[in-house]
């Protein structure tokens, strides 16, 4: 058995070059004409797949644990290429597909021509098919990785726009605050005020909560946390826009905002700061 293996492991990789053409033919031009707009050339994309299927061969009768190592790192590389040239992980995976296929019309092949009994069939098999599997794991997991780094870097834009710091005057500027405040939010509007307010050297800071719709104590903690922080670099903090009912619900709930500034509208708030209407 094990002679078995070993030869259609050497007659895999004797043929590992024309194996390689048949996975390109088998993936499909459209799949090719993807690949082609990639910085990798055929000739180049042929050996990069021969040296895989050379793996396939050498795991026939070769340690596996060896083996492992080097197709994962062949499936590392590969799947980076992938995400890189924007390939879908869809066409990644079904490209995968094709590398067991042409394995298989070799192996038919040779136990046709040479009467290999089924048992070696299925080493074959046992052998080859988790290597495959292995790959389309390190690929699913790449783009996964990839995907939430993705995310990530989306969803950090989207909060960075939901503070947004508006110089108004030198020295001046207003964070328009809009929708709920939790613990991630406003340490988030803590770090851009602080930012923003050193970077534009800022006297003076309008905070607009008009836009919040609960102020609760857990809130209204937050805004303390927040003003008091940036009072400690020397930026004054006035805050507008609290209506009524925010303004009864602090009351009822014992918060005290004590010497800080607040005011019904932006305009009272730069009026205070001395900026009058132009005749």
Same mark, same amino acid.
């Given at each position: 058995?094990?002679?078995?293996?070993?030869?259609? #492991?050497?007659?895999?990789?004797?043929?590992?070059?024309?194996?390689? &053409?048949?996975?390109?033919?088998?993936?499909?031009?459209?799949?090719?004409?993807?690949?082609?707009?990639?910085?990798?050339?055929?000739?180049?994309?042929?050996?990069? =797949?021969?040296?895989?299927?050379?793996?396939?061969?050498?795991?026939?009768?070769?340690?596996?644990?060896?083996?492992? =190592?080097?197709? @994962?790192?062949?499936?590392?590389?590969?799947?980076?290429?992938?995400?890189?040239?924007?390939?879908?992980?869809?066409?990644?995976?079904?490209?995968?597909?094709?590398?067991?296929?042409?394995?298989?019309?070799?192996?038919?092949? @040779?136990? &046709?021509?040479?009467?290999?009994?089924?048992?070696?069939?299925?080493?074959?098999?046992?052998?080859?098919?988790?290597?495959?599997?292995?790959?389309?794991?390190?690929? #699913?997991?790449?783009?996964?990785?990839?995907?939430?780094?993705?995310?990530?870097?989306?969803?950090?834009?989207?909060?960075?726009?939901?503070?947004?710091?508006?110089?108004?005057?030198?020295?001046?500027?207003?964070?328009?605050?809009?929708?709920?405040?939790?613990?991630?939010?406003?340490?988030?509007?803590?770090?851009?005020?602080?930012?923003?307010?050193?970077?534009?050297?800022?006297?003076?800071?309008?905070?607009?909560?008009?836009?919040?719709?609960?102020?609760?104590?857990?809130?209204?903690?937050?805004?303390?946390?927040?003003?008091?922080?940036? =009072?400690?670099?020397?930026?004054?903090?006035?805050?507008? #826009?609290?209506?009524?009912?925010?303004?009864?619900?602090?009351?009822?709930? #014992?918060?005290?905002?004590?010497?800080?500034?607040?005011?019904?509208?932006?305009?009272?708030?730069?009026?205070?700061?001395?900026?009058?209407?132009?005749?």
């Amino acid at each position: 058995m094990k002679h078995e293996l070993m030869y259609i #492991g050497n007659k895999i990789i004797q043929n590992s070059q024309l194996l390689a &053409e048949h996975v390109g033919r088998k993936q499909g031009d459209a799949f090719e004409k993807k690949l082609d707009a990639a910085p990798l050339p055929l000739e180049e994309r042929i050996e990069y =797949r021969a040296s895989l299927i050379q793996l396939f061969g050498q795991a026939l009768y070769r340690e596996n644990k060896d083996i492992v =190592r080097e197709v @994962e790192k062949w499936a590392n590389n590969a799947g980076h290429a992938a995400i890189f040239n924007h390939l879908p992980l869809n066409d990644a995976l079904q490209a995968i597909t094709c590398y067991r296929t042409v394995i298989w019309d070799v192996f038919s092949e @040779e136990l &046709e021509k040479n009467q290999f009994s089924a048992i070696t069939m299925l080493d074959v098999s046992r052998i080859i098919d988790p290597l495959l599997d292995q790959i389309s794991r390190i690929y #699913g997991k790449l783009y996964d990785e990839h995907n939430q780094h993705l995310m990530k870097l989306a969803y950090t834009a989207l909060e960075e726009l939901s503070v947004p710091v508006v110089p108004i005057f030198d020295y001046v500027a207003v964070i328009p605050l809009v929708g709920a405040i939790d613990t991630h939010r406003a340490k988030l509007i803590m770090e851009v005020a602080l930012e923003e307010g050193a970077r534009l050297k800022l006297t003076d800071i309008i905070l607009d909560v008009s836009g919040v719709p609960i102020i609760d104590t857990m809130v209204a903690d937050q805004l303390l946390q927040i003003i008091k922080a940036i =009072r400690l670099t020397g930026i004054s903090v006035i805050i507008t #826009g609290v209506r009524p009912e925010i303004a009864q619900t602090i009351v009822s709930l #014992g918060v005290s905002f004590g010497d800080i500034r607040t005011l019904a509208s932006m305009k009272q708030a730069l009026k205070e700061l001395g900026f009058k209407k132009e005749k």
